[in-house]
């Protein structure tokens, strides 16, 4: 069978994902995950949602959330990168680690954990958008519209988790509470829409 | 795309008040397409800064001096798109014969798509300026501000369930916009 440009694509991330080349691997799986539902649901709506009237606003906002889905996980990348840097050169550091080096690497490590914060929102507005179009749209395609629903929430339930297990991040601090909060609102929906199944 | 009826109608009648000696009509004209010009210049043709300003500079001085020779007024925004795209290629082709090869080509720079993500850009931006403040808001929140549906529903004292759905009634009423032009 011949072999695709996007398969090539795909199967090279997978090798760097399995090989520990992309930092902060499962916040961007998590991301990327996301990112694979939101295009499900552009999907279902553009192709099973005649006679529906949001069908092309559903359609757009599921494309944008699935671009900042992929940039979300670019900088996820990134953000964990840098706070392992800043970890290991304290882990390193001979001399006692001064008091506004403690704070970088603390900033460091706490704006690693914003960025799964903000794909588990964004993954739990894909879950709130494939649900509704799972009401909606054509039975033909429903499934896939209930697959985006249960892809998009195991993207935000696994984001919410990376905060949980940050550093510096205390339970009740809002990183945490608004993750959370994205994860229970994407199984709330999710059990929602599936339950009728 | 920008310049069709009523958009073009009121170009027209700018164009009409410049060629009339109206100074104020000049000052709108050059509001009315600076970000258009601008655009063209830094994200179609990848100026630097310095030398976008250079460009606007030039593109207006030459509107000013060459519009007795427009014959359609309601042609004013492609005549001058047209102006500085052959200006801004004008430029780099001077700079790479200047500097290394390596240089910016217009052919590298692939301006075609930007120039169209840049028209559809600046439709948008016409159509969202007519609609309702409630929609500006609530599509510059989520297209542009990235904010998430609680986000938005908590800044607009709104139910987090209602958010997908006003969007998407609010970019109906765009759409709808866009479409009687």
């Given at each position: 069978?011949?072999?695709?440009?996007?398969?090539?694509?795909?199967?090279?991330?997978?090798?760097?994902?399995?090989?520990?080349?992309?930092?902060?691997?499962?916040?961007?799986?998590?991301?990327l995950s996301g990112a694979l539902a939101a295009g499900l649901a552009v999907m279902v709506a553009k192709h099973g949602g005649d006679g529906w009237a949001d069908a092309?606003?559903?359609?757009?906002?599921?494309?944008?959330?699935?671009?900042?889905?992929?940039?979300?996980?670019?900088?996820?990348?990134?953000?964990?990168?840098?706070?392992?840097?800043?970890?290991?050169?304290?882990?390193?550091?001979?001399?006692?680690?001064?008091?506004?080096?403690?704070?970088?690497?603390?900033?460091?490590?706490?704006?690693?954990?914003?960025?799964?914060?903000?794909?588990?929102?964004?993954?739990?507005?894909?879950?709130?958008?494939?649900?509704?179009?799972?009401?909606?749209?054509?039975?033909?395609?429903?499934?896939?519209?209930?697959?985006?629903v249960r892809l998009a929430e195991a993207s935000a339930n696994t984001a919410a988790s990376l905060v949980d297990v940050n550093l510096v991040v205390r339970s009740e601090?809002?990183?945490?509470?608004?993750?959370?909060?994205?994860?229970?609102?994407?199984?709330?929906?999710?059990?929602?829409?599936?339950?009728?199944? | 795309?920008?310049?069709?009826?009523?958009?073009?109608?009121?170009?027209?009648?700018?164009v009409r008040r410049c060629r009339a000696g109206d100074a104020e009509a000049w000052n709108e004209l050059v509001v009315r397409f600076s970000r258009y010009v601008l655009?063209?210049?830094?994200?179609?043709?990848?100026?630097?800064?310095?030398?976008?300003?250079?460009?606007?500079?030039?593109?207006?001085?030459?509107?000013?001096?060459?519009?007795?020779?427009?014959?359609?007024?309601?042609?004013?925004?492609?005549?001058?798109?047209?102006?500085?795209?052959?200006?801004?290629?004008?430029?780099?082709?001077?700079?790479?014969?200047?500097?290394?090869?390596?240089?910016?080509?217009?052919?590298?720079?692939?301006?075609?798509?930007?120039?169209?993500?840049?028209?559809?850009?600046?439709?948008?931006?016409?159509?969202?300026?007519?609609?309702?403040?409630?929609?500006?808001?609530?599509?510059?929140?989520?297209?542009?501000?990235?904010?998430?549906?609680?986000?938005?529903?908590?800044?607009?004292?709104?139910?987090?369930?209602?958010?997908?759905?006003?969007?998407?009634?609010?970019?109906?009423?765009?759409?709808?916009?866009?479409?009687?032009?």
């Open positions: 069978m011949p072999v695709s440009p996007s398969d090539r694509l795909l199967a090279d991330l997978l090798v760097e994902l399995s090989d520990g080349r992309i930092r902060g691997a499962s916040g961007y799986a998590s991301a092309p606003g559903v359609a757009a906002q599921a494309g944008t959330l699935r671009e900042r889905l992929l940039q979300l996980a670019r900088e996820d990348s990134l953000a964990f990168a840098a706070a392992e840097q800043l970890l290991g050169q304290a882990s390193e550091a001979e001399e006692p680690v001064s008091e506004a080096r403690d704070h970088a690497l603390a900033d460091a490590v706490r704006a690693a954990a914003a960025v799964p914060m903000r794909i588990a929102e964004t993954a739990a507005d894909v879950v709130t958008l494939a649900a509704w179009a799972a009401e909606n749209v054509s039975p033909e395609v429903r499934v896939d519209a209930l697959a985006a601090d809002e990183l945490a509470t608004r993750a959370r909060a994205a994860a229970a609102t994407a199984r709330q929906r999710r059990a929602s829409a599936c339950a009728e199944e | 795309m920008i310049g069709e009826p009523d958009s073009a109608a009121k170009d027209a009648r700018i655009a063209i210049a830094t994200q179609a043709y990848r100026l630097p800064q310095h030398d976008a300003e250079d460009l606007f500079q030039e593109v207006f001085s030459r509107v000013y001096s060459q519009l007795h020779t427009l014959r359609d007024d309601t042609a004013i925004r492609p005549w001058i798109g047209q102006l500085t795209r052959r200006l801004a290629i004008d430029r780099l082709r001077r700079a790479s014969n200047r500097e290394a090869p390596t240089e910016i080509l217009p052919e590298e720079a692939s301006p075609d798509a930007e120039l169209e993500r840049i028209d559809l850009a600046l439709d948008i931006h016409e159509a969202m300026a007519g609609l309702p403040p409630h929609c500006q808001e609530i599509l510059d929140r989520f297209f542009a501000r990235d904010e998430s549906y609680v986000q938005i529903a908590d800044a607009l004292e709104l139910a987090a369930g209602t958010i997908a759905s006003r969007i998407s009634r609010c970019l109906t009423r765009m759409r709808s916009m866009l479409e009687s032009r």
